[in-house]
């Protein structure tokens, strides 16, 4: 597969001039191009680039009856030098390749599958640069997906898969990170299963059951669900949109990666930051008894959550049972703060880049 080569077909009229990048949501809109392949008789091929487009699908095909889809997110930074970075597209890569492997969908090879997503990314950038948000904060949001086109009422894997990449200016997940966000313990519902489920993977079952609580959460007036173990409704497991961490005293503390957590790409990257800075970080199994103990000693001083599109994001308060416990220090805590400057300030080229996380894109003069 030639990667310098694919077929390009661009937009007629590009749809640039209707967005207001001063009030962009996150994920209203799409670039104008998108990049595609497919898997047919036991092989991927075909990639393309060509115009953001509806889906022809007949109503028979599994991704809509069995749920075969999964996708990605990651993002692009234009920084203050004007440079475009794209943020870890190769864990991203990984951690498509696994989500693929768990929904039993014929992937390519890792290495394959990151030199793609990789390669696709940057040339939909150069070709749709224009789309990509100089503010401080905002970004392009890149959102791989696979799902399966076989239409078949059997219960089986597909035998034909459609690979895509779109892009979208996003602005900020939360709006009052300042203040930081609220957090509803679920103690009913499951989002995955602890053991053998499909936690790890990121896959739209996931998400589908989360939809009722996260609704009801915010209709008692939380921002987000703090989800617990699915068999003792015991230990915290991850918010809605991030990975969950408490600082206890002098200790970070946040839940193992287990089969039923998502493997966080930014969780990943403040595990490395606080590393490097020599602060005591326990991955371990914490119950939600064990937090709200340490809310009313007073000794949990800061609690944020990390994900691509919260970045670092504060939490302010987590309700459980019909109580609302406060975090003691007030929203950003210092550790917050500090790791958000880094990692945004490593993302939009303000910081050195030491891990080499970025990848450069060469926007065309």
Request: with cysteine; glycine share 10%.
């Amino acid at each position: 597969m030639q990667l310098s080569n694919f077929p390009v077909t661009l937009v007629e009229h590009s749809r640039l001039s209707q967005v207001n990048f001063d009030e962009l949501s996150f994920g209203g809109v799409f670039s104008d191009h998108m990049f595609s392949m497919v898997y047919e008789e036991g092989a991927w091929k075909n990639p393309k680039i060509h115009p953001y487009q509806a889906l022809a699908l007949e109503p028979g095909v599994a991704m809509l009856h069995y749920g075969q889809t999964v996708f990605d997110g990651f993002k692009a930074f234009r920084g203050l030098d004007g440079e475009v970075r794209i943020f870890r597209p190769d864990m991203n890569a990984r951690r498509l390749h696994d989500s693929c492997q768990r929904l039993c969908i014929p992937i390519m090879t890792l290495d394959e599958l990151s030199e793609i997503m990789i390669h696709a990314t940057q040339q939909l950038i150069k070709l749709d640069h224009g789309w990509m948000p100089s503010q401080w904060g905002h970004s392009l949001y890149v959102r791989p997906l696979v799902i399966g086109t076989e239409a078949t009422l059997e219960v089986r894997a597909a035998n034909s898969y459609r690979f895509m990449i779109m892009t979208a200016p996003v602005g900020s997940y939360f709006t009052n990170l300042q203040k930081g966000v609220s957090l509803r313990v679920e103690d009913r519902f499951t989002r995955a299963a602890s053991i053998g489920g499909l936690g790890a993977a990121k896959t739209a079952a996931n998400y589908a059951a989360s939809l009722l609580p996260g609704s009801e959460s915010q209709q008692q007036g939380f921002d987000q669900v703090l989800w617990l173990d699915g068999n003792e409704h015991r230990y915290v497991e991850e918010v809605g949109a991030m990975n969950i961490f408490f600082k206890i005293g002098d200790t970070v503390v946040t839940p193992p990666l287990g089969g039923s957590i998502l493997p966080g790409v930014v969780r990943d990257s403040a595990l490395t930051l606080l590393a490097d800075w020599g602060i005591v970080v326990e991955e371990r199994r914490i119950s939600i008894d064990e937090v709200l103990a340490a809310f009313r000693s007073g000794t949990l001083v800061e609690v944020f959550g990390a994900g691509t599109a919260a970045v670092i994001c504060p939490v302010a308060s987590i309700g459980f049972k019909g109580e609302v416990f406060q975090v003691a220090t007030a929203p950003p805590g210092e550790l917050t703060l500090r790791l958000y400057d880094e990692l945004t300030g490593i993302q939009y080229g303000k910081l050195e880049d030491r891990h080499g996380w970025n990848v450069h894109v060469e926007i065309p003069g």
